[in-house]
């Protein structure tokens, strides 16, 4: 046998051919770390493992990507996948209370959207937004817009109260009382009694048990019918 067919094991050798190893290769003496240099065109890279953790490193022999003796996968960098990435929660490094859960809660801080949030398997019930507008809408109709300008609704409005925003001592309640600052109407205005006989104020002649009050030719008549 030739001697070049053989490795030293004593000393640092190279092999021309390939090795191929059917059982097991252990790397390191348990005195150290370990590690394996792949000599690659340009840059070389290592795989290195030390006090149960074990990763690639960067150029600078830092970790860029381990897994510790826990079997946590830690990656310092960017991490770019060409088909979907699977986890059961993605959490904030630095806040590890932030996270996104898909299947339950998440937390977010802040979420820019495009256009739409709509409801899962409704997509016509949803919030759009545009440019300094929001547009609630149900069955794919507008209910609800908002601009610089106003709120605006396309449907009946409930509430108990509706109070005014620049002094909320006047309000309106419509089945209690009501306070007002000026009350102005262009027809009439009718104020129903137990009876069921109203008292209407207006500019024309009441008809049918009610009592009016209306101007005619500059004076002012009290009218009962």
Known sequence: LEASQFLRSDVDDTAAGNITIEGILTVGDDSGPAQ???NGTSQNRQIYSDSG????????????ARSDASGNWIVETNVQAGADVIGQRFVDADNNTYLLNPA????????G??????HNGDTDTKLSFATD?????????ERLG????????????YAPRYYDSDNNSFYVDPASTSILNLLRVTD??????????????????????????????????????
């Not at 953790?53 to 860029?64: D, E, K």
């Not at 507008?133 to 109709?141: A, K, N, R, V, W």
């Not at 300008?149 to 449907?155: G, H, R």
């Not at 009441?206 to 209306?214: C, P, V």
Request: no cysteine; glycine share 12%.
């Open 104 to 111: 339950s809660t998440s937390t977010l801080n802040t979420v």
């Open 36 to 38: 394996i240099i792949l």
């Open 53 to 64: 953790v074990i990763g690639f490193l960067n150029a600078s022999l830092n970790y860029a």
């Open 188 to 225: 009439s205005a009718e104020f129903e009694q137990a009876t069921g006989n109203p008292i209407r104020i207006g500019d024309g002649f009441g008809t049918g048990g009610s009592a009016t009050i209306h101007r005619y030719q500059g004076d002012l008549y009290l009218q009962y019918n």
């Open 146 to 157: 908002i601009d610089n300008d106003s709120a605006d609704f396309t449907v009946n409005v």
């Open 133 to 141: 507008d929001i547009s609630l809408q149900t069955g794919g109709s």
């Open 113 to 118: 959207i495009d256009s739409d949030l709509f």
